[in-house]
């Protein structure tokens, strides 16, 4: 049975590609998600992508992600910066946790610069764009392989 990835993201990123391209780049989410799908098949992975607007939708897929996920991939989006709910629901969740931002949050508006998510992520992938999901499932991968 393959390890199985949640790979969670927050609200706005069903617009990839189309908002704000000179930040977050001209690949949409749907490319991200064969991407994503790709790499994990290299990795011997299994992934659950999805996507959502509503902080409590988040919150029960990372409670869902507690019983059936080896680990999790998360872009909180503007969650990042605000959700102390995302947070409570991921300390609640014994599996690793990686945070990715296409965007670098640092070299941004400063009410970016701090995330709620960042106090349990293992690891936190910022300004690689897209390319950051598929470092942290590489990542995954080797903390998964060295268990
Ligand atoms: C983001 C960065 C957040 O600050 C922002 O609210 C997003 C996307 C990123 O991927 O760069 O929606 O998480």
Known sequence: MPNVVYILNGPNLNLLGKRE??????????????????????????????QTNAEHELVDWIQEAREAAHAVVINPAAYSHTSIAILDALNACPCPVIEVHVSNIHARESFRHHSYVSHRADAVIAGCGVEGYLLALRRIATLLESK
Do not use: K
């Not at 391209?21 to 991407?35: A, F, N, S």
């Open 21 to 50: 391209p000179e930040i977050y780049g001209h690949q949409t989410l749907d490319d991200v998600r064969d991407l994503c799908v790709a790499a994990a098949e290299e990795h011997g992975l299994q992934i659950i992508f999805r």
